[in-house]
């Protein structure tokens, strides 16, 4: 009796073979924008958000599916990628759904060095010091009504 593969036990199906994570304003038009139809000519289905990100930082439950539905992912981390926390959150959901999955991830540095985005120097290293004391400030505020 031959024995079955454990990858052929594992029928769960992807939606897309692929999500970009980009900040549009940065690379839509140029870099990302060519990437999606390059890989979308070799039929490689990619979700791209080609719709602009309504105001505010928490992802979409829609987009939470995408990110559910796709198996490999391409983050195009761009000078302004970090100074939105929408981008800062949909990585961090990435990064937990992928996390024990064996799903891949590529970091794609445009027009940044990698040593920036690691060491969180340059804008990167601006724009997370302001996110930290934007959530500083907010876990002080949510304390301090608590106890009203």
Not at 53 to 70: F, H, N, V, Y
Request: proline share 2%; hydrophobic share 35%.
């Amino acid at each position: 009796m031959a024995m079955q593969s454990s990858s052929s036990s594992f029928s769960y199906r992807f939606s897309n073979d692929l999500f970009l994570s980009f900040r549009g304003e940065d690379t839509r038009r140029s870099f990302t924008g060519n990437l999606y139809k390059a890989l979308s000519d070799r039929g490689i289905h990619t979700f791209m958000d080609d719709k602009k990100i309504p105001r505010g930082d928490q992802i979409t439950s829609g987009l939470e599916k995408e990110i559910e539905e796709s198996r490999i992912f391409i983050i195009v981390l761009s000078k302004n990628y970090a100074s939105s926390s929408f981008y800062l959150n949909e990585l961090d959901y990435i990064l937990k759904f992928i996390k024990g999955k064996g799903l891949l991830v590529l970091p794609v540095f445009y027009k940044v060095d990698p040593s920036d985005v690691r060491n969180h120097a340059s804008s990167y290293g601006e724009s997370l010091a302001n996110h930290e004391k934007k959530f500083n400030a907010d876990k002080e505020t949510f304390k301090c009504n608590c106890w009203k």
